[in-house]
């Protein structure tokens, strides 16, 4: 593992006129140089199964890409986050769990407002595309097909441990990819919403994750762009997005 400098193209989106004086939204992207040791990519609840079998399938077939990332990145010195959920048991004893455990709490900072506008899909029947019954778990891991390196890598699904990880191994860069983006990516401890808050300089990995979004819902679109639009709604009021190809 080698310290290396990231170069990643960062785009959001900004509420402005056009030049007739029409209000609309303007892509912006920006050209940021990030040492890859001040860097960490979080992956968020790519679970082993999940009750929706389209949100299973649409994992599967992103886990070679991610597992592709997650090596190359922790090669150039990005610390790896694994943040599986619910399935913390099962890493009970795996030095990537004891590792971040081993991390004295530190007290938390006053959180900063923050707008937070309803998101522009109707995730309300939870989201699937299969026509599954929601909110049962499904899951008891990590999919297998992502390596964990018990060297260097660490396992946790709590917001204070990982502020507490990232402050005092001194990371000011936090990129989440995983699922799903409306859901888990955005609510929960250790997610955009709460990193925001906290002061976190986050950004969202935007072709390494997918949304729980049924296109039988509003605002009646593919499931594609029903993950496109939380990805744009994350762009205009939460945190920038990059490209997975920024780490590789």
């Not at 150039?76 to 399935?87: E, K, L, Y």
């Not at 007290?107 to 900063?112: C, K, N, V, Y």
């Not at 964990?148 to 001194?170: K, N, T």
Request: aromatic share 6%.
């Amino acid at each position: 593992m080698t310290e290396q400098t990231l170069t990643i193209h960062l785009r959001t989106q900004v509420l402005t006129q056009d030049n007739n004086g029409h209000t609309c939204w303007q892509v912006v992207e920006t050209e940021r140089a990030v040492p890859t040791t001040d860097t960490a990519l979080l992956l968020c609840d790519v679970w082993d199964a999940h009750w929706s079998r389209g949100a299973s399938e649409r994992v599967e077939e992103m886990v070679p890409r991610l597992n592709e990332v997650v090596h190359t990145s922790r090669d150039r010195g990005v610390q790896i986050i694994h943040a599986p959920s619910d399935t913390l048991a099962f890493y009970q004893d795996h030095p990537a769990r004891q590792r971040i455990q081993e991390t004295p709490p530190i007290a938390l900072p006053l959180e900063i407002e923050h707008v937070d506008p309803p998101l522009p899909i109707d995730d309300t029947d939870g989201g699937s595309d299969t026509g599954e019954t929601p909110w049962h778990k499904a899951w008891s891991r990590q999919h297998a097909g992502i390596e964990i390196d018990p060297r260097v890598d660490v396992i946790s699904d709590q917001g204070p441990e990982i502020f507490a990880f990232l402050q005092q191994r001194g990371i000011a860069h936090l990129l989440i990819a995983g699922v799903h983006t409306n859901m888990c990516i955005l609510n929960r401890s250790f997610g955009i919403k709460q990193m925001v808050r906290w002061g976190v300089d986050v950004a969202l990995v935007r072709d390494l994750t997918d949304a729980m979004y049924n296109p039988a819902r509003s605002p009646y679109v593919s499931h594609e762009q029903g993950t496109q639009l939380v990805i744009e709604y994350i762009e205009k009021f939460w945190c920038p997005t990059l490209l997975s190809q920024d780490l590789t």
